[in-house]
């Protein structure tokens, strides 16, 4: 096999993962915005985890393929990260959206503005998301452009770091003496935040590729 199909292929599957990781996080959003929710949060959170696991079978099967190929290719290296940075992201996709169930399941209530804040680091990981499968997406289109979609990534990470301060300091503002629910919330937006690094590390990646071929 030629190292131009295999890039291809490599490429077009690590889209199709950001599309799944996209997928989760829309679910964990859903979630998050629908106060007035008529089923057992649990029951939510289920979908977010099938996801996870689909993502996790995906990564497994496109590592075997990247490693069979490894001889026709370069840069198995970068492409591995990505790979393994986007499993983990779906992992702490998951794990966010356990302990947010868990939240409502308890009765828990955020306030307006630490709410807020989580809702829009939420938004802002979707976007990042959107933008790192671009980028992929450019490869093999146009690396300078896929350079463009990379930095939008950093700038989005530099977004969430400042939300994600915001967030930490007013939970213990205004949680009151409820240890549980501030461990758990604190936990949810851990994980939105180092999800939020790992996209960014992988965009990083895709830049030393773009810059290969442009």
Request: charged share 30%; net charge negative; glycine share 0%.
């Given at each position: 096999m030629s190292g131009g199909i295999a890039?291809?292929?490599?490429?077009?599957?690590?889209?199709q993962i950001c599309s799944k990781v996209l997928d989760e996080i829309r679910i964990f959003y859903e979630?998050?915005?629908?106060q007035e929710l008529n089923v057992n949060p649990l029951q939510v959170y289920s979908?977010?985890?099938s996801v996870k696991d689909d993502v996790e079978v995906t990564k497994y099967k496109l590592g075997e393929y990247i490693?069979?190929?490894?001889?026709?290719?370069?840069?198995?290296?970068?492409?591995?990260?990505?790979?393994?940075?986007?499993?983990?992201?779906?992992q702490n996709i998951d794990a966010a959206g356990y302990r947010y169930s868990v939240i409502l399941s308890r009765g828990n209530k955020m306030d307006d503005v630490t709410?807020?804040?989580?809702?829009?680091?939420a938004e802002k990981l979707m976007a990042t998301i959107t933008q790192l499968s671009e980028s992929i997406r450019l490869?093999?289109?146009n690396p300078n452009k896929s350079l463009e979609s990379s930095k939008a990534v950093v700038r989005m990470e530099e977004d969430v770091d400042e939300l994600y301060r915001s967030f930490e300091l007013k939970l213990y503002e205004k949680s009151g003496n409820d240890l549980v629910y501030i461990m758990?919330?604190?936990?949810?937006?851990?994980?939105?935040?180092?999800s939020e690094d790992l996209l960014k590390v992988?965009?990083?990646?895709?830049?030393?590729l773009a810059l290969e071929r442009s």
């Open positions: 890039n291809l292929t490599i490429e077009e599957q690590l889209q979630l998050l915005t629908n979908k977010i985890s490693i069979r190929v490894r001889e026709a290719i370069q840069d198995v290296d970068l492409y591995l990260e990505i790979l393994n940075n986007l499993e983990r992201s779906a709410y807020r804040l989580l809702v829009v680091m490869l093999s289109v758990l919330a604190k936990d949810v937006a851990d994980r939105l935040e180092d992988s965009s990083d990646t895709v830049t030393y």
